[in-house]
């Protein structure tokens, strides 16, 4: 990185939070990996969270905001792929859930709370997109506080059960310790952001339990017709019908983690 380089501003969300799109738009990640840089009121220095892809410019932008400390959301590559070349450009730490995605630092743990460029952030546990998920709470970012989801609350549509990593109890259960939290802002890792916390909870909850439903009545239709032991492939092809072809995996992901729901109940 060249220190007289001069970079677009990152984008200021909140009085707390400012934001560098990853140029890494798909049917999965929408425009890209959102990064977040956070700074306290009159702080020099910043946190970064998720440092997204390997790209050259994107971490090189990121690196300019004098980074105290990196944490990451989960594992997922479009948030972990840049670690070690933003650890390397700013010699600051990075924390995450699992050890291998620390550098010169401990993991995180739920309910810690953070003290990192003027900040307090408390670290939340989030699992059930993955195991390792976790959301980040800054409570005095305007309000009510910003809470920075990563891929557990999406700025648009729903995201995915990585089964069998991620599991549906595991999702439900952190809807409802979300709901418990104050009615943050939602930073999320990809998409816009959300004004209710609360409010984009309830949505979600409604929709996986719709989901759930249209689950259950597709295996009644397959057993009705005479399969035996109804498959994730014969399931989505009821339930995710229209859903376009390049997220059709996805779709199937999400049926194998509903499923092993349903068989944790005795359903299936």
């Known amino acids: 990185m060249q220190p007289h380089t001069e970079f677009v501003p990152a984008l200021q969300l909140t ?13 999965m990640s929408l425009e890209g990996t959102n990064s977040y840089i956070l700074r306290g009121a009159g702080s020099e220095h910043a946190v970064v969270v998720d440092p997204g892809p390997e790209h050259a410019g994107h971490l090189a932008a990121l690196a300019a905001e004098s980074v105290d400390l990196i944490l990451v959301t989960h594992r997922h590559h479009d948030h972990t792929e840049g670690i070690d070349t933003l ?35 408390q670290v939340l546990a989030a699992p059930g997109h993955t195991s390792d998920s976790l959301c980040f709470f800054l409570p005095d970012d305007g309000t009510s506080g910003s809470m920075l989801t990563g891929d557990t609350i999406l700025g648009r549509g729903t995201t995915i059960l990585d089964a069998p990593d991620g599991t549906l109890g595991d999702y439900l259960a952190t809807l409802d310790r979300l709901a418990a939290a104050p009615d943050a802002l939602v930073l999320p890792a990809h998409g816009p952001v959300l004004e209710s916390l609360h409010k984009i909870v309830a949505g979600y909850r409604a929709h996986r339990l719709e989901r759930l439903g249209q689950i259950r009545a597709a295996l009644a239709e397959l057993l009705a017709s005479g399969v035996e032991q109804p498959g994730i492939v014969q399931v989505a092809d009821i339930v995710y019908a229209d859903v376009d072809p390049s997220v059709r995996g996805a779709a199937e992901i999400s049926v194998a983690a509903q499923l092993h729901y349903l068989g944790d109940l005795g359903e299936y």
């Open 87 to 121: 650890h390397r450009l700013t010699g600051a730490p990075v924390r995450a859930f699992l050890p291998e995605h620390c550098r010169a630092a401990e993991p995180l743990r739920d309910g810690e709370w953070i003290e990192a460029a003027g900040l307090r952030i």
């Open 15 to 27: 009085s707390r939070a400012a934001v560098r799109l990853a140029p890494n738009p798909g049917p």
